[in-house]
Nanobody, 122 residues
Framework: QVQLVESGGGLVQFGKSLRLSCVASGSIFSIHAMGWYRQTPGKQRELVAVITSGGSINYADSVKGRFTISRDNRKNTVYLQMNSLSPEDTAVYYC????????????????WGQGTQVTVSS
């Protein structure tokens, strides 16, 4: 199985920065991609940023130029540096991993963390 643990969320002022971290552990065989999604009450969960095992990166238009995703493949860890934060960024941020386990090497699955709250004051 795979476990994902997010950290780094909190309350921050308009225009300031936060850095989120997500550590993956368990019987991971192959990681296809890791990324960050966010969700607010009454809204669908939306993609924020994704990075593939090969280093390809995609950002939501709303965060381009402000957020940066990166990863440490050796530690199965993904980061999200969030700069110039605004109240519109307030949400629960979830870490996602797409890949396979040692037990199911030919079966690709999505795994999710518990989420970490980011609140930006106005």
């Amino acid at each position: 199985q795979v476990q994902l643990v997010e950290s780094g969320g909190g309350l921050v002022q308009f225009g300031k920065s936060l850095r989120l971290s997500c550590v993956a552990s368990g019987s991971i065989f192959s990681i296809h991609a890791m990324g960050w999604y966010r969700q607010t009450p009454g809204k669908q969960r939306e993609l924020v940023a994704v990075i593939t095992s090969g280093g390809s990166i995609n950002y939501a238009d709303s965060v381009k130029g402000r957020f940066t995703i990166s990863r440490d493949n050796r530690k199965n860890t993904v980061y999200l540096q969030m700069n110039s934060l605004s109240p519109e960024d307030t949400a629960v941020y979830y870490c996602n991993l797409r890949g396979t386990t040692v037990q199911t090497m030919r079966m690709t699955s999505d795994y999710w963390g518990q989420g970490t709250q980011v609140t930006v004051s106005s």
